[in-house]
């Protein structure tokens, strides 16, 4: 059974930096991703990188503030988020997959994580 531990959400003012971590087991098998879903709101797709860390692809609303990298060698990924802003408060969701490429729709993620609150104040 595949287990996805998140960590490192919290409360920040706007502006500040969040850094999350996803800890999974044999991450080597997995490509690998972070939604998030606002209350009221669908879940929508962050980040997600492939299964060497050499492909990442960004939401519009991350790019530029956001960056996905994974060390397999310590089964850990990581998404820091930089320039937080309201908007981005919401549950954090790391997933991982086993299919080919890099997904960015949830329905091709097989596994996924508790999830990590992360709240912006203005």
């Known amino acids: 059974q595949v287990q996805l531990v998140e960590s490192g959400g919290g409360l920040v003012q706007a502006g500040a930096s969040l850094r999350l971590s996803c800890a999974v087991s044999?991450?080597?098998?997995?490509?690998m991703a972070w939604f998030r879903q606002a209350p009221g709101k669908e879940r929508e797709f962050v980040a997600a990188i492939s299964r060497s860390g050499s492909t990442t692809y960004y939401a519009d609303s991350g790019k530029g503030r956001f960056t996905l990298s994974r060390d397999n060698a310590q089964n850990m990924g990581s998404l820091q988020m930089n320039s937080l802003k309201p908007g981005d408060t919401a549950v954090y969701y790391c997933?991982?997959?086993?299919?080919?490429?890099?997904?960015?729709?949830?329905?091709?993620?097989?596994?996924w994580g508790q999830g990590t609150q992360v709240t912006v104040s203005s």
């Open positions: 044999d991450p080597t098998l997995y490509a």
């Open positions: 997933a991982a997959s086993t299919r080919y490429g890099v997904p960015v729709s949830d329905v091709e993620y097989d596994y």
